[in-house]
């Protein structure tokens, strides 16, 4: 879960805020589990919403622009890219983003939210997390270059 | 599910195998964390202050403002009779009757009683005016 908190959080410092803060939520309210869905599940989500929280705080999460033109193929990035990456190189591509790409991004490609549910979360649009994902990509694709790995 | 491409799932399962351990030193923020909420609200304080501090001096306080406030009997009733007794006084002073003047009575008054200066003592008896 401390890799998770790291993704969200650009300083070590603050992913483990995140941390403490939501094992503490966790053992507070573990009586609410239920056996619905899996423990590690449970515990991610907290973890998650914590993270969030700590970037509201900080007013991180305020500037998202939407786009009126989304072509997909302008951040499609080819799968040989991510064959050799390291895990090292991944903390940088995401320290890289600014930080409503980097939480959209997390949100939708590794944690696998819908684009509806990370609009409720983030309380924006639809069509602004959409935006937000799209330029991240971009913005990963040029990272993925500088690092030397084959994006196009 | 999301959506995603052959290069989502693979940034995916690469960034969900990560691991980042945590450390004593946020064990122990957990735990004092943990203890404190244990040990229920008495136990927060705010710079050193506890609450049952707090209940002390407010209970203090409405103490000593009851006690300041409170009606003093002994003093109030005699301060505020004095001046009463007095109005009554001078009220029922106008109503009193005057005793008249002293008169020396003369032997031989017109109105017909016998006055004696000659008869002994014991056989005197008084006018019917000065009996009670």
Redesign the interface.
Same mark, same amino acid.
């Given at each position: 879960m401390g890799a998770v908190a790291r993704r969200y959080c650009r300083r070590d410092a603050d992913a483990d805020d995140v941390l403490v803060a939501g094992f503490f939520r966790v053992f507070d309210k573990i009586d609410t589990f239920s056996d619905t869905g899996s423990f590690e599940g449970w515990i991610r989500r907290i973890i998650v919403n914590e993270a969030l929280m700590l970037l509201r705080k900080k007013h991180a999460l305020r500037q998202a622009s939407e786009l009126t033109e989304v072509d997909p193929a302008s951040y499609a990035i080819p799968a040989a890219a991510t064959e050799r990456l390291a895990e090292q190189d991944i903390l940088d591509l995401l320290d890289g983003m600014p930080t409503g790409y980097r939480t959209i991004f997390n949100l939708y490609v590794i944690e696998g939210y819908k684009h509806r549910e990370i609009a409720e979360m983030l309380d924006i649009s639809i069509n602004t997390s959409k935006s937000q994902l799209i330029l991240a990509k971009k913005r990963l694709r040029e990272l993925l270059e500088k690092l030397g790995y084959p994006a196009r | 599910?999301?959506k *995603? %491409?052959? $290069? %989502? @799932? /693979? $940034? !995916?399962r690469?960034? !969900? #195998?990560?691991? @980042?351990?945590? #450390?004593p /030193? /946020?064990w122990d !923020?957990?735990e004092q *964390? *943990?203890s404190r909420?244990q040990s229920g609200p008495a136990a927060v304080s705010w710079m050193g202050v506890r609450p049952w501090m707090v209940a002390a001096v407010v209970l203090l306080v409405a103490g000593f403002a009851a006690f300041t406030q409170l009606p003093r009997p002994a003093q109030d009733t005699v301060l505020a009779q004095r001046p009463e007794s007095v109005e009554d006084l001078a009220l029922t002073a106008t109503t009193f009757p005057r005793i008249p003047d002293y008169t020396p009575v003369s032997e031989g008054r017109p109105d017909g009683e016998v006055i004696s200066r000659s008869e002994p003592r014991g056989q005197l008896t008084p006018a019917p005016k000065y009996r009670f």
């Open positions: - | 599910m999301s *995603l %491409d052959s $290069f %989502d @799932r /693979q $940034f !995916r690469t960034a !969900r #195998g990560m691991r @980042r351990p945590a #450390g /030193q /946020q !923020r957990i *964390l *943990l909420r």
